[in-house]
């Protein structure tokens, strides 16, 4: 057998070491505990499953992180991720030298669920019981020998907060050999017993799963076989085929006998293992000091809860708990990203100063610097976000809020979990839609990521801030009221598009909500800064490169193929200038600017669809700002700078709110009118004017599929509405 | 709707219960999927439970089995056939 090779062969030099447990089982900290600082994350080839994996310390061993299941049977993009490593069937991923299995010890019946599910793939495995504080608290004690000598393999039983038994832990895992010969304990109804010995001589015969067990095989087969219905059609099927290898008429035959012998045989088999848990713990757990569970006072959980979940206190708390996470995100990252501002312009200062003026000085400045400030401008904000995120998911409020959220977000067809990415949105719909990844139904996710760019984002604040200050001047409860009103109007465009999306395309079966609430804890800062780090990291490193290249793009088109002749550029641009500005020279550098613009590439496609826009209200130059800003909406700020010719300009600077509300068509009325800037709101509100989002959208997904579909009815929606907005408006003359 | 499927019946659900009520499941319906969920995470047959309370706005309901909390929502307790424990 292919296994008792891999056992006798030479050790190999480093040894591969698969984590799996349970959600909350404790399983990050004790992987943190066992490596220390050193860790890789990155995420699974084409899935946005986060894979993080790390070196053991003190030993010649790689740590993998699976992402936390409940079961193996791979309903879930996690719960696929994580079975398909442990049957070493993943790409890149070859079968691990070991398992460590982590076990919550206070909740240990459900915890063996998935665990004896791993032990019996067969590999050398460990297992280490966790929170065995709590089970102490509880005035109970858990019999490790027991359990071990009845499952077969080494149990530790460990604290990860306090480090208690790592040391034990990490010995266990350097020596841990073979299960022994006995196999696997024949706990399921006779006829899927059958059935799982039939279907493992077809494993045993196909040498791809060489080291794991053909009955453990046979039996997640058989599970996912039989839960599917047809899974042999469509994607499911091809996918399944990909994962088990041909199937032959036997194997087909074994199935459809043991379909028609035992209705319903994967509800059969959970029950019958958890018939087996309970012979397995019987005399394990001790029972609890005070006699009856019920009659012990309240836990620490329960007396928060009451709190933290009450009919009033609940939504009061978590009202303020969002909050103070928006304001955070909102003013906490501020000075930071004023520094950053402050360090782009320095260095673009520099720059300027040392290069001759000409293609290399604006590729530097124009188009790299600029290029790197639009990634890391959101750093900030995004290391918040995540720092806060964590602080939520570790202490266990996150399952709370989305148990506190879930009545009014069921209302447009999401799941409580679906609150928290459209929260982070209005940060960034980038952290937004990574969070989505909490979300186990497919349709939910994909539908809270399609919503997730309406909500209004941090980069379209200086969009709106420069509008409203142009058209509405100097009445600050009317701007207010109008910037509330444009993240009110994103928000009820993302939960009727979520509504609608639901009842079309993403209609599925009635939607779910099960989840565990765990017990609150104090997270860990360790912990928490490591998870921001490494979160934020691949934020830089996979939507940073996307935004770079795009910023280069369209400095490419806003530079190229430049004006006719400079030197007629420059004498149009003094005559200008000296109209408007008594011939400063910043003025005329500033035409130059403009002039160079107007003739680029982009300035052309913006008189090219100047006729597409004006039904909106827009001329050419707002059509440049529109199209530069589909790399980033904040470029439509500084591209605003260059077509109205101030130069260097940012939301703040009153020179450009002067320009673009004194701009007019060629017939003298004024292009800006409060209705225009009202219906240009609405538009950046709407459309999906951010390569990033489109690029991380693409990665979660997989395809290209969702991230055309989103910037299709995005742009769609925010045209018409724009539309909509300036042709009413005219019909009620709210025009002047 | 429980209620009027127990009065004609004589079956109790799990959305039916009320916080601080004992029960033990007697058989857990529903789509097959939601149903291996459910069965997974413990809710079996045989399986003590206790409502703990609802969510502010009513839904979803926190249960106790198996020395954890679950939240799910009526429409899937609706589902989940009790007796009294």
Known sequence: MSRALVVGAAPPALMRIAIAGNPNSGKTTVFNALTGLRMKVANYPGVTVERREGRMRGADAALLDLPGIYSLSARSPDEVIARDVLIGHLEDSPLPSAVLVIVDASNLERNLFLATQVVELGLPTVMALTMMDRVRARGRTIDCALLSARLGVPVVPVVGTTGEGIAALRDALAHVGPQGSRGIERMMPPSLEEAIDEAAEHFRSNGAFGGVRPRALAALWLAERLSDGDSTKGPAGQRAAARWGPTNEKLLATSARLAGALPDAPAAAIEARYRYIARLTEGVISPPASGDPAAAPPDLTDRIDRVLTHRVGGPVVFAAVMFGLFLSIFSGAEPLMDAIEGGQRFVAATVAAALPEGALQSLINDGMIAGVGAVIIFFPQICILFFLLAILEDTGYMARAAFIMDRLMSRVGLHGKSFIPLLSSYACAIPGILATRTIEDRRDRLTTILVAPLMSCSARLPVYLIVIAAVFGDRPMLKSAVLFGMYAFGTVSALTMAYLFKRSLLAGPRPTFIMELPPYRVPRVAGLIRATWHRSKSFLTEAGTVIFAACIVIWALSYFPGPPAMAAAVSSARGEAAGVDAGQPLAVEALAGSERLRSSFLGKLGRLIEPVIEPLGFDWRIGVGLLSSFAAREVFVSTMGITFAVGEADETSPELRHRLASATWPDGSRVLTPLTGIGLMVFYVLACQCVSTLAVVRKETGSWKWPALMFGYMTVLAYFASLAVHQIGLRFHLGA | ?85
Request: net charge positive.
């Open chain 2, 1 to 85: 709707m429980a209620e009027t499927l127990q009065i004609a019946f004589g079956a109790r659900f799990l959305a039916s219960m009320v916080p601080g009520e004992r029960g033990r499941v007697t058989l857990v319906r529903g789509p097959t999927s939601v149903r291996h969920r459910l069965m997974e995470m413990g809710l079996t047959p045989g399986t003590d439970v206790r409502m703990i309370r609802a969510a502010p706005l009513g839904d979803p309901i926190e249960i106790q089995l198996r020395s954890y909390r679950l939240s799910l929502r009526r429409s899937e307790a609706a589902d989940i056939e009790i007796e009294a424990g």
